[in-house]
């Protein structure tokens, strides 16, 4: 059974860093591809960042050049930092990891709440 472990979020003000970390525990074999969502109240989850085993990343364009995505293929951990935090990027953030590069099952971490403060 796989687990996604996050840890590093919090209360932070504009302007600030904040380093999320996420562990798979269970898997046998490296997860294709790895990354970040978050979703606030009354909206739907929305993709973050995300990281293929070969290092290939994707953004949304509402975090490109602020955050960046990492991961230790060999731990099965993703990273997501990030900088120059807005009171937009206020939400629970989840880990995701999936079976495959596309479709595949996903799995979910429990979500980190991140709070930014104007």
């Known amino acids: 059974q796989v687990q996604l472990v996050e840890s590093g979020g919090g209360f932070v003000q504009a302007g600030g860093s904040l380093r999320l970390s996420c562990a798979a525990s269970?898997?046998?074999?490296?997860?294709?591809?790895m990354g970040w969502y978050r979703q606030v109240p009354g909206k739907q989850r929305e993709m973050v960042a995300l990281?293929?085993?070969?290092?290939?990343?994707n953004y949304a364009d509402s975090v490109k050049g602020r955050f960046s995505i990492s991961r230790d293929s060999a731990k099965n951990t993703v990273y997501l930092e990030s900088n120059n935090l807005k009171p937009e990027d206020t939400a629970v953030y989840y880990c995701?990891?999936?079976?495959?590069?596309?479709?595949?099952?996903?799995?979910w971490g429990q979500g980190t709440q991140v709070t930014i403060s104007s």
């Open positions: 995701y990891a999936s079976t495959a590069l596309v479709g595949g099952y996903a799995y």
């Open positions: 269970g898997s046998t074999f490296t997860m294709p591809r």
């Open positions: 990281i293929t085993s070969r290092g290939v990343t």
